[in-house]
């Protein structure tokens, strides 16, 4: 009975060798193939100056449009490895406020959009042409800052539709993709 025993624990014990080596195995030698990691990214966004009302709101063109003052939001990347993130333009909604509650939302189809990078304007055009919300698409290479100015403003085109009393309203997220 004793020999009976003192197998058994034998048995175990190399049962849990086995188990255990197998595992180190397959950590030292296969783990990591398939796992993406992802960077740390850091997004620092203006939260004052999101919302086109009538303080600012009349038609304007291009190049006037330059001389607004813009919403401003930075991208950052604190990870060891290149990252890939898009910026998004979502609309909004002000139903607490008084000043907003009984105003309609401006269309799309009635604004304009410069988005500038670094100071240089990288895009511009009506805001109805983004597609799926996304503004822009990018590469931030590691310890990298991107600093980006967005202005959105009435279209000159819209002078003879109805944007009165009307307001926008937006948020800008950005949303990072696997790592490159």
Same mark, same amino acid.
């Given at each position: ?77 604190? !990870? ?5 993130? #898009? ?6 909604? *002000?139903? %607490?406020?008084? =000043?907003? @509650? /009984? ?15 670094? !100071? ?5 055009? #009506? ?6 919300? *996304?503004? %822009?698409?990018? =590469?931030? @290479? /590691? ?38």
């Amino acid at each position: 009975m004793k020999k009976f025993v003192l197998l058994t624990l034998a048995g175990i014990a190399l049962f849990a060798f086995i188990f255990a080596a197998s595992i180190l195995w397959y950590r030292f030698f296969y783990a990591g193939e398939g796992v993406k990691e992802y960077s740390s990214v850091e997004v620092k966004l203006d939260s004052d100056s999101n919302t086109i009302d009538e303080d600012g709101l009349i038609p304007l063109d291009d190049e006037t449009a330059k001389l607004l003052t813009p919403y401003e939001f930075s991208v950052k990347n604190n !990870g060891s490895s290149d990252a890939l993130y #898009n910026v998004l333009l979502e609309d909004s909604i *002000i139903s %607490d406020d008084e =000043t907003y @509650s /009984s105003k309609e939302l401006l269309s799309r189809t009635q604004l304009k959009y410069q988005l500038s990078l670094d !100071g240089q304007v990288i895009k511009q055009g #009506n805001l109805k042409d983004i597609k799926n919300n *996304i503004l %822009d698409t990018r =590469t931030i @290479s /590691s310890g990298k800052t991107n600093n980006y100015q967005l202005r959105i403003y009435v279209s000159q085109d819209a002078v003879n539709t109805n944007w009165q009393n009307k307001y926008y309203h937006f948020n800008v997220n950005v949303k990072m993709e696997e790592e490159l």
